[in-house]
């Protein structure tokens, strides 16, 4: 007979996700986890297979969290106010009490970026992907704009959100008003 869970799967991915956002996968451990999660490796092995299960679990999770967010963003009609708010938006969710500073998919895109693992890689390729499409139809808007155009503003202003998520992190408040203001004004 299988033994009932008692543990929520959602407060603990959710335990692990603040984990792994504020140290990284390489440098959370097992036995941070179990700490953080208040569960033991088994239940964790047994829920989610291994660290990266979970890690996996972490990120779907962590997008759910920011969906409102990219659902605001997929349906304003403002064109390049929208991609501004969007990045203005982006930074709140860091400030929010029991939230890390920065972006845990960054920082797992800076983290995975020269490995191998086709999963986690999959994941940020399908968010990348997706944020860059939805700046390419923001910047459409405006008609004045030729392709090639468009193309490159959406390539400056995915770098430009990296480099917001990087800030976020050590920066303050009025800095990064300023960031987001320059790179605006520089369209």
Do not use: P
């Amino acid at each position: 007979m299988a033994r009932t869970k008692q543990y929520s799967e959602e407060e603990v991915i959710n335990k692990a996700m603040h984990l792994f956002w504020r140290n990284g996968y390489k440098n959370t451990s097992m036995q941070m986890l179990e700490k953080e999660m208040g569960i033991n490796k088994f239940s964790i092995y047994s829920s989610f297979g291994n660290k990266h299960g979970l890690f996996l679990e972490c990120l779907k999770s962590y997008k759910r969290k920011v969906n409102s967010i990219f659902e605001e963003f997929k349906n304003s009609n403002n064109g390049l106010q929208d991609i501004k708010d969007f990045f203005y938006n982006s930074v709140t969710i860091c400030s929010e009490n029991g939230n890390e500073k920065g972006c845990l998919l960054t920082n797992t895109y800076n983290e995975f970026s020269e490995r191998n693992d086709e999963m986690i890689n999959d994941q940020m390729n399908l968010f990348m992907t997706g944020l860059k499409e939805l700046i390419i139809d923001k910047l459409k808007m405006d008609t004045n704009k030729d392709e090639e155009t468009v193309l490159k503003q959406a390539n400056y202003l995915l770098l430009a959100k990296h480099g917001l998520a990087a800030a976020s992190k050590v920066n303050s408040t009025k800095e990064i008003e300023d960031y987001i203001e320059i790179t605006f004004e520089n369209l």
